[in-house]
Nanobody
Framework: VQLVESGGDLVQPGGSLRPSCAAS????????MTWVRQATGKGLEWVSV????????EYADSVKSRFTISRDNAKNTLYLQMNSLNPEDTSIYYC?????????WGQGTQVTVYS
């Protein structure tokens, strides 16, 4: 599976972004999908996961109530709606196939929240 993220950008605190992840291959609709982020000089941080149907979803406490993961299986695309962004959300955001086991990674998209 090949994953291509897009939609990262510069945004001011309180702003919103909606990165997306386009997946190639025929297994997207049967794969759990995960968003992971990494800030400069820090380790990987798990953000959110969706099961294959998009009905079972979990979030890290740091993003709960601000971020929403969703997917369009007809378009092989995963989304992450990010609201009320703050500087601590500045990271490269990666989409990854899998839930418990993270398998294929995209190249990431940079989100920078600046004041």
């Amino acid at each position: 599976v090949q994953l291509v993220e897009s939609g990262g950008d510069l945004v001011q605190p309180g702003g919103s972004l909606r990165p997306s992840c386009a997946a190639s291959g025929s297994t997207f609709s049967t794969d759990a999908m995960t968003w992971v982020r990494q800030a400069t000089g820090k380790g990987l941080e798990w953000v959110s996961v969706s099961d294959d149907s998009g009905k079972l979803i979990e979030y890290a406490d740091s993003v709960k109530s601000r971020f929403t993961i969703s997917r369009d299986n007809a378009k092989n695309t995963l989304y992450l709606q990010m609201n009320s962004l703050n500087p601590e959300d500045t990271s490269i955001y990666y989409c990854v196939t899998g839930g418990s086991n993270l398998i294929d990674w995209g190249q990431g998209t940079q989100v920078t929240v600046y004041s």
